[in-house]
């Protein structure tokens, strides 16, 4: 739930942040604030949300992982090898490796827990990250007793076999659903869990907080500090408060106080920001009515102006899209010619495609405080442009179920990246076969495009990939199945004490193991 | 008494099974699937099919109701769909901390609101009749979201009496506790001083004074127990309210209660999860009003032969 509950009341506010001056002597637990909701499960298998996802992303360890500014390392496997078809990888892993409750870690683990993930037994979602392995669906379909393209020859050696070649998979198995777990799993292991990671699970007070303790042994290095809180504070507001209080450490700053907290040069210096890897965009359906004709699309980007959108009602906080590439990823091209804002050519196009008297549509979107103003926004430039809009306001699950059953004209919405790679946006947000729930909710089918995305996918060789989602991107922004916005930028506060932290671009990508609080080890 | 207590029994069966009823039958008019929410962003049909199928969704609305209705007979209110949790233990977890915030509140609302109420029933038109009067408007009109965050803003980030949410010691439990309760104090106190005021002026009392009892007897133990039936009335209905539905305070001031267990629940579409904790309120509700039923008649006994 959101509730959009005065944030000018705390805005006005005259609490300095730092009043804690620069160190922080009651505590060395770093305390977080940005949960929203308490996790689903702290299961791997079961991560389907952000909260989970991150409680998972401490306890646990991938065979890859994401640093902070999203690139992909190694994590349980040492190192990687491709074969020349980009079929087969060879991961090599970490020897002498133990999970929290002392059992070895070894190739076995790796087999088992993807089996486990893939098995419908586990009553996850779908394992998506693991569906590339060549018989995964065989295997999650109950037809193979085994996944065909996974073997572990020896202890510190897996071989995984692709069905086609995808040069992205690394990064999938740095998502949470492709942690490693142990190979007792009791019946509570969702809410107790054993992993490798940095942070051993010590309690979970429900809709309260999660409490983690450093594991000392970690393979990469104990984290240096000692206790991790993620507390889980449903209002912004609230959170903002708690922060002001020097309660909690870190807070995402709510996308209505931006310009509060930027005014201020006390508040600003606390300010970090990253680009996150977050598209608003407005879906079009491309098998309705007169949005079948590229033309109506056209014109429809054409009739909004993102420019002033963003600056005006999200502060400026973000990148302009021009297409639906993040660009801070390989493959975005920060020059192609954006839709210029222009209304006669709007309307021209209109007219082009036998619509001289404009066209009735429909624009879905969430209760969301953010996402209706920007509806609103959209609207009232559609309406202008003689799109005539009529909004159609439901809550997120009916908005997104309607979406994705091809119901609505048009559904304003957010798609955040699963892994920082242009195939995470390119493919599920426009490939044809995502087309209903994969996340192609403009029903958007160009073999044309297909093919670039399907080759990019196979390309080993990074400079060519790039080239191929460029092509890819254009081609897609041309045929204008959507309104790509902008791409949205995190904005953390992080108390002064704290050192060494960095906004992580993927949700996954910050663990902790490098940040400090300062004073803490003067009390140790 | 046991008789009127046992009618008022039968008559909460009836209502729960409607409730049970109207609860399941809302729920799958509603749009919004369950399984798109457990699937995530991406999903694909086969998975959503599978999903379908292992949680009898498919099945004819009758077979599921019967389904879930045996499972509550038998005390067993399913499992989450998103959590894969008890939702019996889920409710467990969350009710005692909800129950304490209500009674807090309660007990806030009852003590401040009944002695300001029976003070300015007793002096009317003095100054602290005239400033509870606006204090009363005030609180009645404040809606709770903004005195919680202003109670933050002044006690928690400004004066740093106290923590500004969160759950744990008593120091937590002031600020939703007043910011819940604020309402009922205002309420609370304008029932008290009409129904004292019209006490006060009743036969009975003007008899107590002529006989030359003190007049603290005369308010407290002749008047005030005489007023008490409209008090009564609003101190059930509000503790009924806040057990069911604090959830705006729980989010304020992140009390991990029931109320936000509800609201996730909803938006998730995670049915089991709701129609327990509908049925469980409901249950909690009814029992709320059966309580102060046995109020009323101990306040007075005619009640009890009506």
């Not at chain 1, 000018?8 to 160190?23: I, P, Q, Y």
């Not at chain 1, 669906?137 to 076999?161: E, H, K, M, Y």
């Amino acid at each position: 739930m959101r509730l959009s509950l005065l944030p000018l009341a705390l805005a006005g506010s005259t609490a300095v942040a730092c009043r804690g001056g620069e160190s922080n002597p009651q505590r060395h637990a770093l305390v977080d604030s940005r949960d929203t909701y308490d996790p689903r499960s702290l299961d791997p298998a079961l991560s389907t949300d952000v909260p989970t996802g991150r409680a998972v992303s401490y306890v646990f360890d991938g065979l890859t992982q994401f640093t902070p500014d999203a690139r992909v390392e190694p994590g349980l496997a040492q190192r990687w090898d491709v074969s020349g078809d980009g079929l087969t990888y060879t991961f090599h892993l970490r020897r002498g490796v133990t999970f929290h409750d002392g059992s070895a870690f070894t190739s076995r683990n790796v087999v088992r827990t993807f089996e486990r993930a893939l098995n419908p037994a586990t009553k996850g979602g779908r394992a998506e990250p693991l569906m590339p392995i060549r018989g995964s669906d065989a295997f999650a379909a109950g037809r193979a007793t085994s996944v065909a393209g996974l073997s572990a020859p020896n202890d510190s050696t897996v071989v995984i076999t692709l069905s086609e070649p995808l040069a992205s998979f690394p990064k999938l198995l740095a998502m949470p659903i492709a942690s490693i777990v142990p190979d007792s799993i009791p019946a509570d292991f969702g809410q107790r869990p054993v992993g490798t990671g940095p942070w051993r699970f010590v309690e979970w007070k429900h809709d309260d907080y999660l409490k983690f303790a450093k594991n000392p042994s970690y393979w990469g290095g104990a984290p240096t500090i000692d206790t991790l809180v993620a507390r889980i504070i449903p209002e912004p507001s609230t959170a903002v408060a708690e922060f002001e209080s020097g309660n909690v450490d870190l807070l995402v700053i709510p996308q209505g106080e931006t310009a509060s907290w930027e005014q201020t040069d006390e508040k600003k210096a606390l300010l970090q920001s990253a680009p996150a890897l977050i598209l608003y965009y407005v879906a079009i359906n491309t098998t309705r009515g007169p949005l079948k004709d590229a033309r109506v699309r056209q014109a429809i980007n054409h009739a909004v102006d993102t420019k002033t959108i963003l600056d005006e009602l999200m502060g400026g906080r973000g990148f302009l899209a021009r297409g639906v590439v993040s660009p801070i990823l390989d493959g975005a091209d920060t020059t192609r010619a954006r839709y210029a804002y222009d209304v006669a050519k709007a309307k021209e196009l209109l007219t082009a495609a036998g619509h001289p008297n404009g066209i009735d549509v429909e624009l879905w979107h969430s209760q969301d405080a953010t996402i209706s103003r920007l509806s609103q926004a959209v609207q009232g430039y559609l309406n202008a442009a003689g799109i005539r809009t009529k909004l159609v306001q439901r809550d997120a699950s009916s908005a997104r179920e309607a979406a994705r059953k091809g119901e609505t004209d048009m559904t304003l919405k957010t798609w955040y990246a699963d892994y920082p790679d242009a195939d995470s946006f390119l493919y599920p947000l426009l490939y044809s076969a995502s087309k209903g729930p994969g996340g192609n909710v403009s029903f958007y089918a160009s073999p044309a495009f297909d093919k670039l995305v399907l080759s990019a996918r196979r390309e080993q060789d990074d400079a060519k990939r790039a080239a191929l989602s460029r092509s890819a991107d254009s081609l897609g922004y041309a045929d204008a199945p959507m309104i790509p916005l902008f791409f949205y930028n995190d904005l953390y506060a992080v108390q002064p004490w704290i050192r060494d932290f960095r906004v992580p671009t993927i949700f996954n990508g910050q663990r902790w193991t490098a940040v400090k609080i300062l004073g803490s080890e003067r009390r140790q | 008494m046991s008789t009127f207590l046992i009618r008022r029994l039968l008559l909460a069966i009836p209502t729960l099974i409607g409730v049970l009823v109207v609860v399941f039958l809302l729920l799958y008019v509603a749009p919004g699937d369950p399984v798109q929410e457990m699937v995530g962003e991406r999903a694909d049909a086969e998975t959503i099919a599978r999903l379908r199928r292992e949680l009898r969704l498919d099945d004819p609305i009758y077979v599921q109701f019967a389904h879930y209705a045996g499972g509550v007979v038998r005390g067993d209110l399913g499992t989450s769909y998103i959590t894969g949790r008890p939702i019996l233990g889920d409710i467990a977890e969350r009710f005692p901390k909800t129950l304490l915030l209500a009674a807090s509140a309660m007990v806030l609302a009852a003590t401040v609101g009944i002695t300001i109420g029976v003070v300015s029933a007793r002096w009317p038109g003095g100054w602290l009749d005239r400033i509870s009067l606006g204090g009363a408007y005030l609180g009645i009109s404040f809606p709770v979201y903004w005195v919680g965050l202003l109670l933050i803003l002044l006690f928690a980030v400004t004066l740093r009496w106290l923590p500004p949410s969160g759950y744990g010691r008593i120091e937590f439990l002031i600020l939703p506790a007043l910011a819940l309760g604020s309402r009922s104090i205002a309420f609370l106190a304008r029932v008290t001083r009409s129904s004292m005021l019209e006490v006060l002026g009743s036969d009975f009392v003007r008899t107590a004074r002529a006989k030359g009892l003190v007049e603290r007897t005369v308010v407290v133990r002749h008047a005030l127990r005489n007023a008490l039936i409209p008090v009564i009335t609003v101190l059930g209905l509000d503790f009924g309210y806040y057990l069911t539905g604090s959830i705006l305070t729980e989010t304020i001031f992140s009390w991990p209660g029931l109320g936000r267990y509800v609201v996730n629940a909803i938006s998730r579409r995670d049915l089991p999860a709701i129609q327990g904790s509908v049925l469980f309120l409901s249950v909690v509700f009814v029992a709320v009003n059966l309580i102060t039923d046995l109020a009323y008649a101990k306040a007075d006994p005619r009640v009890a032969y009506e």
